[in-house]
């Protein structure tokens, strides 16, 4: 549980950190973001690895309205195996600009400490997403189920290499064989 509290604390903190040098890597978001189809549980896939997330296995993502408008975050996973310890991190997230820039999200776990959640690449569906931030050190592939068919991986590999990321930095997050 220790972890999580950092997570939410840490997240913040470092999403909103400065790369200290200027990125060539793409970080333009997707022009449209359906708020109402994006809703729901998302299977972290792969992602950079991070203190706040070391370790974490079976890691979901869910996303709701919350009463205020906001969006309710709720992150999980397990402690190195898939029967470890379940670890929650509840957040909320806002959309600052959503006329203009509806997929560049501000995601806070503590307090009023926000960092960046850009949707990068969105399946037109809605069935898989790449996640960055304003900083080249964050990075996440999701899905809506738990396992991702190798030829849909593998195109987002090129995509988030054509971006100007570091593919081999991602690890990939172990899921339960069904959701």
Known sequence: MVSLLLLGFLINGLLTGCSGQQSLIDKSVVKELDLEKYLGTWYEIARYDHRFEQGLVGVTANYSIRPDGKIKVVNSGYQNTLDGEYSEAIGKAKIP????????????????FYGDYYVLELDEDYQWAVIGSS???????LSRSTQMEPAIYNDLLKRIADRGYDTSALIKVKQKENN
């Open 97 to 112: 600009d959503p006329e203009n820039e509806p997929a560049k999200l501000k995601v806070s776990f503590f307090w009023i």
């Open 135 to 141: 900083s080249d050190k964050y990075l996440w592939i």
